[in-house]
């Protein structure tokens, strides 16, 4: 069974930072995109950024110069640096993975982690 479990989000000041991590685990044989995606109550879920094994990536362009998603491909973890965070990144963030077990490739979701931006 594979897992993805995020950490690093909570509560801070417009124009601070904060760095998420998202690590897989389980019975994983490889894995390919990794990304980050948020979400509001109410709203759909939107991409914020992603990254290829080869370290290609894309983001949103809410975030474009903010924001810098890296990934660790020894540890299968993805980390999100969000900088200059304004009340509007306010969201549950959520990191994503396709993965190949044993039997397949799957998308895999994390649990999410709350950020929120506040004075």
């Known amino acids: 069974q594979v897992q993805l479990v995020e950490s690093g989000g909570g509560l801070v000041q417009p124009g601070g930072s904060l760095r998420l991590s998202c690590a897989a685990s389980g019975s994983i044989f490889s894995i390919n995109g990794m990304g980050w995606y948020r979400q509001v109550l109410g709203k759909e879920r939107e991409l914020v950024a992603t990254i290829t094994r080869g370290g290609s990536t894309n983001y949103a362009h809410s975030v474009k110069d903010r924001f810098t998603i890296s990934r660790d491909n020894a540890k299968n973890t993805v980390y999100l640096q969000m900088n200059s965070l304004k009340p509007e990144d306010t969201a549950v963030y959520y990191c994503?993975?396709?993965?190949?077990?044993?039997?397949?490739?799957?998308?895999?979701w994390g649990q999410g982690t709350q950020v929120t931006v506040s004075s």
């Open positions: 994503n993975a396709g993965i190949l077990t044993v039997t397949k490739w799957s998308d895999y």
